[in-house]
């Protein structure tokens, strides 16, 4: 009995441990509020003129970084930051 209550908790606590972004409802064309209303606040904002980027971090995986690239308001790319071959400017 005691080693399938260690192999449940084992199995809830692994299955924790991946990251909820959800990028895999985001789309190319997507308004901001759009993505906001999928993923939530963004941690962190940054652009400037008709570019902007929306910044994610997971709170179970703080090292990893999530974006989303929006030009004139509707996404132009995303993606897990180090993914891609060419970094955002």
């Not at 209550?5 to 441990?17: D, K, Q």
């Not at 993505?35 to 709170?59: D, F, R, T």
């Not at 690239?69 to 897990?80: D, F, R, T």
Request: glycine share 10%.
């Amino acid at each position: 009995m005691r080693r399938w209550v260690l192999w449940i908790v084992l199995v809830v606590l692994l299955s924790g441990c991946a990251p909820w972004i959800g990028l895999q409802n985001i789309d190319l064309g997507m308004t901001k509020a759009e993505v906001m209303q999928q993923m939530g606040k963004p941690n962190n904002a940054s652009g400037s003129g008709n570019e902007e980027y929306l910044w994610y971090i997971p709170a179970n995986r703080f090292w990893e970084r999530y974006y989303v690239h929006l030009v004139n308001g509707k996404v132009e790319a995303y993606g897990q930051l180090g993914s891609q071959s060419e970094q955002p400017k």
